[in-house]
């Protein structure tokens, strides 16, 4: 095993929920001989991997294996959630189920939302932010910290927290100025106080190296001051000469492929995602996203160790990305 940190290999190799690894809260599996690690939480017997392997490309399937003998050995299942169409075809060699959930979209920073008829109702609403004062500025955090500043994003960050209401479902506790190697942040700002945030990860194995992980504003932010946050900073990658940003992952309104699924297990995975998609609007991401012009779209996958899937598994997923009414 190579020498890297964690945080080295998220960097390096991690995906678009590989970040989940910096989460104290999970466990890191690693092995002796493969550089590299997989994320999980154990539930009743399941674990729970979040998104591929973080390695080198050519060792992803020497680390699954290596994966899959620990789990066995301790007896759990095991269920890869937000993966890629990559661990789909390592999934069907195997005979294990999979389901197509989500889509990971990006945008071109070069192609200006605001631009054209197509960008009529974003340019009205961001005008609205502007004329209500909102500013948007670049938080140098690694070079330049701010202390007071970063104290004033967390207590935004608590504010809209305690105030999302209905069923939630989030991968983890927002860690915003953990880990800062490799992060951007952009700040909103009205009359001289803070009111909203993006982050932005550096991720150098995807195809756009960038990927905005987080967007919130305050309870009292004025409309659309999140996607004045968003097109300010496609504004500054557009300067810098980046063609291509990955915006996150937009749930899918149906499921879509699924396979190696007995008919039953696909009767019920579709009517329980349907019911959990009715309920908790998990449509609203991916509305959200494209407003910014998506220009490319790649398949993300739930992929279960088994030709079938089980209630301990379907249970284990509502746990490990922390299911819960508020």
């Not at 979209?105 to 005008?127: F, I, Y």
């Not at 690694?142 to 504010?159: F, Q, S």
């Amino acid at each position: 095993m190579g020498n890297r940190s964690i945080i080295e290999l998220v960097r390096c190799y991690g995906g678009p929920v590989s970040h989940a690894a910096l989460d104290p809260t999970n466990s890191i599996f690693q092995d002796v001989d493969i550089e590299g690690l997989i994320t999980y939480r154990v539930i009743k017997c399941c674990a729970v991997v979040f998104g591929d392997p973080v390695c080198a490309p050519e060792k992803k399937a020497f680390l699954l294996d290596a994966y899959t003998v620990y789990c066995n050995d301790n007896g759990w299942s095991i269920v890869y959630s937000a993966v890629s169409a990559d661990m789909q075809i390592y999934a069907k060699s195997f005979g294990y189920a999979s389901i197509e959930f989500a889509e990971l979209m990006m945008t071109d920073p070069q192609q200006d939302p605001e631009l054209g008829h197509q960008g009529h109702h974003l340019r009205q609403h961001l005008n609205f932010t502007r004329r209500a004062g909102v500013t948007v500025r670049e938080y140098f955090g690694l070079t330049m910290p701010d202390t007071i500043l970063e104290a004033k994003v967390e207590l935004v960050c608590v504010n809209w927290l305690s105030k999302r209401q209905g069923f939630q479902m989030y991968l983890g506790r927002p860690r915003l100025f953990e880990h800062k190697s490799g992060r951007r942040w952009f700040v909103a700002e009205q009359a001289g106080s803070v009111i909203g945030m993006l982050s932005m990860l550096n991720i150098s194995q995807l195809q756009s190296h960038n990927l905005i992980n987080i967007v919130f504003s305050s309870s009292s932010a004025p409309l659309y001051t999140n996607e004045l946050m968003v097109i300010s900073t496609l504004a500054v990658l557009r300067e810098e000469g980046s063609e291509s940003v990955c915006l996150g992952i937009g749930p899918l309104s149906e499921f879509g492929e699924i396979h190696c699924c007995g008919g039953l297990s696909r009767f019920l995975s579709r009517n329980i995602y349907r019911l959990v998609n009715k309920v908790m609007g998990l449509q609203g991401r991916s509305v959200f996203w494209k407003k910014f012009n998506v220009t490319d779209i790649k398949p993300l996958y739930l992929i279960f160790n088994s030709p079938s899937i089980g209630l301990r598994e379907i249970n284990a997923l509502f746990w490990a990305f922390n299911f819960s009414l508020t």
